[in-house]
C-alpha cells in the first residue's frame, strides 16, 4: 500500500490534470472542432484526441515510469506499477451536439488497485475526485452516498443497446420493471450521481476498462458499494466488466435480482 | 397581434421572472427544503411552492389584469386575453436528488398564442428564451435549430411510462427502433435540446399546458417545426397533448411514422 503522502500528491496531480484538460475541452467547444465515426461505430472528435494527448504529455513529464492506457491511443509502459486510465471524452456524442452531459474519467491504478479518481463535467462546472483514505469530494466539498434520500429510488442503467451486446437486454427489461423511475445517462455522469446519492444505484453492463477507471473508488470512499457482476475478454481483445454499484442495500438488491432472473 | 414594443417589453419583463426564480430556486438548494407526494403519485417541494407564488406575485404586482395558469396552485383571471403559463420546476425528482437537469417553465400567451417563453435551467446555469418575431436565445445568444449536425440523428422521448398513459407506449417502442440513439430527459432539458438543434427531435406526449408553455414560440422562433398529433380532455378535466417537434424534415417523419404504425 502506498503512503498517504503519496496518494496526496497523486491526488493533487490529478486534480491538475481534470483542470487543464476541462480548459482545453472547453477552448476547443469554442473554437470549433470535427468529428468521424470509429470502425465501432462510435464517434471521436478533435477534442477526444487533443485532450487524450494532453492528459499523455503532462503525465509523462511528471511520471515518466508510469503506465498509461487511455481510450483512443496506444497504451504505454503495460508492465509498470502505476496505470493512469484515461478516457478524455466520455459521451462523445453528446458534446458534437451541445448536450452538456459528457465528461472525462481519470483513474490511477496501483497494483491494480485504485488510488485516485476523476469524473470531470466541463460543461457543468463540476468536478468529483477520490483518493484513496482520502474520500470523495464535488467540487473539493465531502459528498457522501446517504447526501439524499433514497425513497423513491431512481435508478441508473447502460441504454439498453449496450447490455444488449451481451445478450443481457432481458436485466435491462427486469430493473425497468422493478425500477421504473429510470435514468439513461453516460457513464460519468451516471457514475457521479450515484457516488453522491442521487441515484440509489447503477447498473453498467459491458463497460471497459475507462469507463469505469475512478467508479470503484468515488463509490467506496463516498460510502457506497461497487461489485462485480462478471467479466470476461471479448472477441475483440478487450475485457469487458458488467458492474453494479451504489448504495449497499440497494446493490444487494438488485444482485441478487440478477441472479434469480 | 401585437406591437414589437409590447412584445419586448413583456420579454424583458419575462426575463426579470426567471432571474428571480433562478435565484429563489438555488438559495433554497442551499438552504435545504422539504418534499412530499401528491395526489397523483409525482413530487413537489417547498422550492416548487415558494417558486410558484414569487412568480405569481411578480406577475400580479406588474399587471394586474393578466390570468395565471400553474402548476401547483389555482388558475387567476381566466378570461384574460393574456395567460401566463407556469411550471415553477418540471422535474422536481430530480431537483430533489441532486441531479441538474430540472428546470423552471414561463410562457405568455396572447389569445392563445405564444408571445414570450422562457425555460431555464438555475443548476445548469443556462436560459433559453423566445419572444415573438424576436428569435430563440440561449443566455443571450441567438440559436438556430441548425446550429448542430443531424446526422446520426438523435432523437428525445418521454418516458415509456409516459406514453403508456395514453394507451401509446407502441409509438415509444416504435420510435426507439428507428432511432436507437435516444435520450430521455425531462421536459424543459429537452425542449431547450431541440431549440438548439442537440436533439433532431422530440416527442413529447400526454403533456399538460405548463409543460409545454414555452416550447413551441422557441422551436419556431429558433427555425424547426411544432405539430400536435393529438390533444383531448382526459378524465381529470385537464387537457393533454401529444406533440413532435425540432427540425422541419425530421418532425414530418416521424409524424408519417406514427400516422402508419
Redesign the interface.
Known amino acids: 500500500m502506498l503512503a498517504k503522502e503519496e496518494i496526496s500528491s497523486l491526488f493533487t496531480f490529478g486534480g491538475e490534470l481534470a483542470a487543464k484538460s476541462r480548459a482545453l475541452i472547453l477552448s476547443h467547444l469554442k473554437g470549433g472542432f470535427t468529428s468521424k465515426e470509429k470502425s465501432d461505430g462510435s464517434l471521436v472528435t478533435t477534442v477526444d484526441l487533443a485532450a487524450e494527448e494532453l492528459l499523455r504529455s503532462l503525465i509523462e513529464e511528471r511520471y515518466p515510469s508510469h503506465g498509461i492506457i487511455g481510450e483512443e491511443l496506444e497504451n504505454r509502459a503495460p508492465d509498470s506499477e502505476y496505470q493512469w486510465i484515461l478516457d478524455p471524452i466520455d459521451g462523445t456524442?453528446n458534446l458534437?451536439?451541445?448536450?452538456?452531459?459528457y465528461g472525462t474519467i481519470i483513474g490511477l491504478h496501483f497494483r491494480g488497485d485504485p488510488i485516485v479518481g476523476f469524473l470531470d463535467h466541463p460543461s457543468?462546472?463540476v468536478l468529483y475526485s477520490a483518493g484513496k483514505g482520502l474520500g470523495a469530494f464535488r467540487n473539493g466539498e465531502k459528498i457522501h452516498i446517504e447526501?439524499?434520500?433514497s425513497s423513491?429510488h431512481?435508478l441508473g442503467l447502460g441504454?439498453r443497446?449496450i447490455f444488449a451486446k451481451s445478450k443481457d437486454e432481458g436485466i435491462f427489461d427486469l430493473l425497468s420493471k422493478h425500477f421504473?423511475?429510470?435514468?439513461?445517462y453516460y457513464d460519468c455522469f451516471a457514475h457521479a450521481?450515484a457516488a453522491?446519492?442521487?441515484?440509489s444505484a447503477v447498473v453498467e453492463f459491458n463497460s471497459k476498462i475507462w469507463d469505469i477507471a475512478a467508479t470503484e473508488l468515488l463509490i467506496e470512499e463516498a460510502g457506497g458499494k461497487f461489485v462485480e457482476v462478471k467479466s470476461w475478454v471479448d472477441s475483440d481483445g478487450i475485457k469487458r466488466y458488467s458492474n453494479v454499484f451504489g448504495r449497499s442495500e440497494i446493490v444487494e438488491k438488485i444482485k441478487s435480482l440478477i441472479a434469480n432472473g
Open positions: 456524442l458534437a451536439r451541445g448536450i452538456p452531459t457543468l462546472g447526501d439524499f434520500p423513491p431512481v441504454s443497446d421504473p423511475k429510470l435514468r439513461v450521481l453522491q446519492g442521487s441515484l
